[in-house]
């Protein structure tokens, strides 16, 4: 009886360990991705929607005018033409995000619109 219980001690013993390790590698989510491109005072989105959570959006530049992106009080860096940047924002659920070319002039030329954490 008493090796029946050692066996039973030492299985969930392991049992927990390897729960504990693979916990351990798991992500409680993972980011999503949206393509920003920034053109003739234009910003074109791969999606105007994300669950939320982290988001990064990958902004390239195909105008001739430099222009950054900003989203969720942070921003890229300005981007020249075929230029590129990466920016990660934390999106709350069910807020809307204003997104703009900070760059003087852009935002009322159209360079913004409206982003939805789901």
Request: charged fraction near 20%.
């Amino acid at each position: 009886m008493k090796r029946i219980v050692s066996l039973a001690v030492a299985a969930a013993a392991a049992a927990t360990v390897f729960a504990v390790v693979a916990y351990a590698g798991h992500t409680a989510s993972t980011a999503t991705s949206v393509k920003v491109t920034a053109k003739d005072f234009k910003f074109t989105l791969s999606r105007k929607s994300a669950p939320h959570g982290k988001v990064v959006f990958h902004v390239t530049n195909k105008g001739p005018s430099k222009h950054d992106f900003k989203i969720a009080g942070k921003k890229t860096k300005l981007l020249g033409k075929g230029k590129s940047a990466t920016l990660s924002v934390t999106l709350k659920k069910g807020k809307k995000y204003t997104y703009i070319c900070t760059v003087p002039g852009h935002a009322a030329l159209g360079m913004k619109g409206i982003f939805k954490a789901t």
